[in-house]
């Protein structure tokens, strides 16, 4: 099943695993200075016309990362030799916000043309998502090079790992030096996100560990057959906020995904207590989430002079003649 959501995917960066390459935060500050600023600008303006893009670009952010590392290659568009990532099953329907990526890259081209990678552009659309809709905000480490390939076949045989329990996502994430305090933080993206019926259409029918009431009021977004594509904010209580709600949202039983909610059993579950610190205080699930979003963000980089920096981040670039 196609699914949009950062839990179930999170599982497929297991894979590559970590890369403590050299990014650093002051990388474009001679070739490029103003590339932050521009990457912001245009967040900043996507987000005022529609709140629900910055879920979308903080999810390409993770996709992208998820999959073969924070190179990318979800951006690249289906040629007739090589089929993308993008139209994978994980992605199809589920992944969003091309457009602005490519209206970024147009802009950053104009300015610094053939400087700025699209990998680097993910993870600061990503970061200024968060800050832009109240969240915390972080030193952002750059550098990071494209790829020249897109990884479709990880893509879809990890497709297939998908009903991963929580049990076995909190073991692949321990794997590779995450806490559970981190992981459990880095679901609280959620807090902006929107999932698409047919994703939690089980969950708010036939699931006992739902609040009765928010069961209902789902269910009239989302009948039984039909609306399958249509998206539903995950926190229903501050939709375009980043902020605890998620938590406070799972701890009264109204977690719209299943994988959420378990999350949060009320019966000693092996996240329950971290859940109930994160509801409690948002200082606290900010500077978890601050930590394991930097990491999670160097996840298998290319740099120095592995892959390119692409001009157009939908190709490769041709060959040099
Ligand atoms: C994607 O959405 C379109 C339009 O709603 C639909 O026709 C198509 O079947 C969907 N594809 C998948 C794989 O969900
Ligand atoms: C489909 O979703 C829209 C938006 O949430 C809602 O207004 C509409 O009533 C839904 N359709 C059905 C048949 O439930
Ligand atoms: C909440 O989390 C913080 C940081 O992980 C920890 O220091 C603190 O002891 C926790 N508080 C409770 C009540 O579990």
């Not at 969240?135 to 990890?158: C, F, I, K, Q, V």
């Not at 109204?254 to 092996?270: F, N, P, R, S, V």
């Amino acid at each position: 099943m196609a699914s949009s959501l950062l839990l179930q995917l999170c599982i497929i960066f297991v894979v590559f695993g970590l890369a403590f390459a050299q990014l650093s935060e002051n990388y474009y500050a001679k070739s490029c200075p103003q590339a932050k600023c521009i990457i912001k600008d245009e967040v900043r303006k996507t987000i005022k016309k529609e709140p629900g893009m910055g879920g979308s670009l903080l999810h390409l952010h993770f996709h992208d990362c998820g999959v073969g590392g924070c190179d990318g290659s979800i951006l690249l568009d289906d040629t007739p030799k090589t089929p993308g990532e993008k139209s994978s099953l994980i992605n199809v329907n589920s992944t969003w916000g091309y457009e602005v990526i490519d209206r970024i890259k147009a802009r950053l081209e104009k300015t610094c043309p053939g400087v700025v990678s699209c990998a680097d552009i993910l993870a600061a659309a990503a970061r200024d998502s968060v800050v832009t809709l109240g969240g915390p905000t972080w030193a952002l480490p750059l550098g990071r090079r494209d790829s020249t390939e897109p990884h479709r076949m990880l893509t879809d045989t990890l497709g297939s790992l998908f009903n991963a329990n929580l049990q076995a996502l909190v073991m692949a994430f321990k794997q590779q030096g995450y806490t559970m305090e981190e992981f459990v933080a880095l679901t609280g993206s959620h807090t902006i996100g929107r999932a698409r019926c047919l994703t939690f259409r089980k969950h708010i029918y036939d699931d006992k560990n739902i609040n009765p009431a928010f069961a209902k009021a789902m269910q009239a977004h989302c009948p039984k057959v039909g609306n399958d594509s249509e998206r539903i904010p995950i926190d229903s209580t501050t939709p375009y906020v980043f902020d605890n709600a998620y938590f406070k949202n799972l701890l009264q039983q109204k977690g719209l995904l299943a994988i959420d909610q378990e999350l949060y059993t009320g019966k000693g579950g092996i996240t329950d207590a971290i859940v109930a610190n994160y509801s409690s205080n948002q200082d606290i699930f900010f500077k978890q989430y601050v930590t394991a979003i930097t990491k999670f963000g160097q996840t298998g980089v290319l740099t120095g002079n592995k892959g390119e920096v692409r001009t157009n981040c939908r190709k490769v670039n041709a060959p040099k003649a």
